[in-house]
């Protein structure tokens, strides 16, 4: 299986977004996370809809748009529209969650369904037969440059068995304080799908490419098991 990197542009220089993009893009990284904050959901307020519009007018990545807003639902229409390929909302804060994720894939989304880090995982078990990439958060949702919880590994493996268990094809993407030092560790719990902010728009180009080559690395010796 391929493992993807989904640098979040939350830490990338706004002033230079397109050219960072583009960066990213020719180390390998596949998807562009957005993380969308709404202020009330999370303590933050970052972007919406006009941004995802924007950025998809001239990006051939998979968009990855995580919305950190309470009642997605209202909104997911309006992201599908923007561009979106795959929008993730948090269970803790969906009015209904089943209709929700119905509601993404029939706007012709990938759906994604994620957890804050207090959530037992076990509660993403009954809407596995819905979801395509299911998100473990390994920090507070709301701000970047966080470190890792440690606690979050135990969680990506328990998450990695109950997807194994549901016998569907669905991602397993982490977010949140995730750096070359302990991304195989994550790889290994499981994940495939790896978010990273801080650790990427340092210096995009370089930090993408070794990134890259670790989860390159780390897809074919899987592979040869
Ligand atoms: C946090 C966001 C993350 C954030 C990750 O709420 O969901 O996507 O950008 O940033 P780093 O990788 O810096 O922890
Ligand atoms: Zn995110």
Redesign the pocket.
């Known amino acids: 299986m391929e493992n993807i990197l989904a640098p ?4 990338a220089d706004i002033m230079r977004l397109g050219e960072q993009i583009s960066e990213v893009r020719g180390a390998g990284a596949k998807y562009l ?1 957005i ?1 969308v ?1 709404d202020g009330v959901f ?1 303590p ?1 307020l970052s972007y919406g809809v006009c941004v995802v519009e924007s950025i998809r007018k001239s990006c051939d990545m998979v968009l990855d748009v ?1 919305l ?1 807003i309470v009642e997605p639902h209202r909104y997911v229409e309006a992201f599908a529209q923007a561009g979106a390929d795959i929008i993730t909302v948090h269970l803790e804060a969906c009015a209904d969650v089943r209709e929700t994720i119905a509601l993404i894939r029939r706007q012709g989304c990938r759906a994604g369904l994620t957890i804050r880090p207090e959530t037992p995982v076990d509660a993403v078990e009954e809407y596995l037969d819905q979801i395509d990439q299911l998100l473990i ?12 919880f440690a606690s979050a590994t135990d969680r990506i493996r328990e998450a990695a068995e109950l997807i194994r268990k549901s016998g569907r094809p669905i991602d397993l993407e982490v ?5 070359r030092d302990n991304v195989e560790r994550i790889l290994d719990a499981g994940a495939n799908v790896i ?7 340092h210096d995009p180009q370089k930090d993408a490419a070794e990134f890259m080559q670790i989860l390159r690395e780390h897809s074919r010796a899987r592979d040869a098991q």
């Open positions: 979040s542009i939350l830490a996370h993380d904050m999370v933050s995580h950190m958060m390994s920090v507070h949702p709301g701000f970047g440059g966080q470190h890792y977010d949140g304080g995730v750096t978010v990273a902010g801080s650790a990427v728009f």
